[in-house]
């Protein structure tokens, strides 16, 4: 599940569809800090990052504050969940 800036909900596929139809093209994508925290084979993961590229045409320039939730299975570790909001450049 990933949960946008905007509220917006997306499963896995409804956000992988989602990116390759609105034209979104970034060019850049950066991590400004980021922590983890694991417990046994779960991990919180939290975090500031900077993006920019094309939307659409359109130049763009987005500062997010993540959190991404992360399960170890078999060995492989599988994002379950992430939440992004916008925040001052």
């Given at each position: 599940?990933y ?28 991590n ?11 991990a ?28 170890k ?17």
């Amino acid at each position: 599940m990933y949960i946008d800036y905007d509220g917006s909900i997306s499963t896995k596929p409804e956000f992988l569809a989602n990116l390759k139809s609105e034209g979104l093209a970034p060019e850049q994508i950066v991590n400004e800090q980021q922590t983890a925290h694991v417990i046994g084979d779960c991990a919180v993961v939290t975090g500031i990052y900077r993006e920019k590229g094309l939307n659409k045409g359109k130049p763009y320039s987005r500062r997010r504050r993540f959190t991404g939730t992360w399960v170890k299975i078999k060995d492989t570790w599988q994002c379950v969940a992430s939440q992004s909001t916008l925040i001052q450049h």
